[in-house]
């Protein structure tokens, strides 16, 4: 006890222990963009789009899952029984099936694509969102056979397929293995045109690598989020390889946009109505029906008291109206 606490009187010497913490762990974020301390709950409110400076922050793909599909229409998750496996016994730092197990644990994830088959404003839909803090995204055998089997499952059912990238390329684990799911998911959509079935692509931040340069960027209609940061190599390597500056922005969403790369760039709070819409141009008013009603009961006519006119006392006005039905299924695509 010091000289200080000694002096004072007994009746006001406080506790010197540690004190409680009264503001629970996690209740604030700060925002990386503009700096900004922001309330978590608003912010989750808010689909983790900072109110400030409309900044997109990354979020997992369940969550991205959660907030796109209509939580009325069941999902059914595609391809869940699919595990990695260290096939080639990879081992740099560290080995790859440790790797792996680390992922896992920090994601609840098996793997780093999640497909699933739900509706969106009532409409049918196949989705895929990967999950970037997984091994940051990447592609080995594992996402390219759930994405093929998800585009497989939107051909089979003639429903549009959506796909959420954020990851950082190929998976260099797994070697050559992790590039032929480049080939392998760019076939899987080949199809998809051949079948008329709508794809859209959305780019989040990061898209960057093998992914960028095979399923990314390969759909109907291509979307970014704002800010996002979308290309091949990244900016320090290319900088370095070509020896030049780049402009300011390079490889943003925003200037993919401007030199004609994507096809537009739509606020995460604004995503699930745009897709809704693009889907309903693209692949018809097709919409999730309710049950049919009952028919409805209708009484018999009753006897005409006079017997009708056989069809060849029916005059010029009925050899027209049977011209008019042949000219009629002639022009019909369906009878052709």
Same mark, same amino acid.
């Given at each position: 006890m010091s000289w200080f606490q000694k002096l004072m009187p007994r009746r006001i010497r406080t506790d010197a222990g540690?004190? =409680?913490? =009264?503001?629970?762990?996690?209740?604030? @974020?700060?925002? &990386?963009?503009? !700096?900004?301390? #922001?309330?978590?709950? +608003?912010l989750e409110r808010n689909l983790e789009v900072c109110p400030k400076c409309g900044a997109h922050m990354r979020i997992s793909a369940r969550q991205r899952l959660r907030l796109f599909l209509d939580e009325s229409c069941e999902a059914v998750e595609i391809g869940a029984e699919l595990q990695p496996s260290d096939f080639l016994r990879f081992r740099d730092s560290k080995r790859y099936r440790d790797r792996l197990n680390q992922a896992q644990k920090a994601t609840g994830e098996n793997d780093a694509l999640v497909a699933m088959r739900g509706a969106v404003h009532q409409r049918?839909?196949?989705?895929?969102?990967?999950?970037?803090?997984?091994?940051?995204?990447?592609?080995?055998?594992?996402?390219?056979e759930r994405f093929c089997r998800a585009a497989e499952e939107a051909r089979a059912n003639d429903i549009p397929l959506v796909c959420f990238s954020a990851s950082?390329?190929?998976?260099?684990? $797994?070697?050559?293995?992790? #590039?032929? !799911?480049?080939?392998? @998911?760019? *076939?899987?959509? =080949?199809?998809?045109?051949?079948?008329?079935?709508?794809?859209?692509?959305?780019?989040? +931040?990061p898209t960057m690598g093998g992914v960028s340069a095979s399923l990314a960027t390969l759909g109907d209609v291509i979307i970014a989020e704002p800010g996002a940061l979308i290309g091949f190599a990244g900016p320090r390597?290319? $900088? !370095?390889?070509?020896?030049?500056t780049l402009p300011e922005g390079f490889q943003r969403a925003e200037f993919l946009l401007d030199?004609?790369?994507?096809?537009?760039?739509? +606020?995460?709070?604004?995503?699930?109505? $745009?897709?809704?819409? #693009?889907?309903?141009? #693209?692949?018809?008013?097709? =919409?999730?029906?309710?049950?049919?009603?009952?028919?409805?009961?209708?009484?018999?006519?009753?006897?005409? *008291? &006079?017997?009708?006119?056989?069809? &060849?006392? *029916?005059?010029?006005?009925?050899? *027209?109206?049977? !011209?008019?039905g042949e000219s009629q299924d002639e022009g019909d695509p369906r009878n052709a």
């Open positions: 540690p004190r =409680s913490r =009264s503001v629970p762990e996690g209740l604030w @974020t700060k925002c &990386e963009s503009c !700096q900004g301390i #922001l309330y978590r709950p +608003d049918p839909v196949v989705v895929c969102a990967f999950e970037f803090g997984f091994m940051g995204g990447s592609m080995g055998t594992i996402v390219g950082g390329g190929a998976r260099m684990q $797994e070697a050559l293995f992790s #590039l032929m !799911q480049m080939a392998k @998911t760019s *076939a899987a959509i =080949s199809r998809l045109n051949e079948a008329r079935v709508p794809y859209i692509s959305v780019l989040t +931040d390597v290319i $900088e !370095q390889t070509v020896r030049e030199h004609g790369a994507i096809d537009m760039i739509v +606020d995460r709070r604004d995503m699930r109505d $745009e897709i809704a819409s #693009l889907m309903g141009k #693209l692949g018809g008013d097709v =919409s999730v029906a309710p049950a049919p009603a009952p028919a409805a009961t209708v009484d018999p006519e009753p006897e005409s *008291a &006079e017997p009708e006119a056989p069809a &060849e006392e *029916a005059g010029p006005a009925g050899a *027209a109206g049977d !011209q008019a």
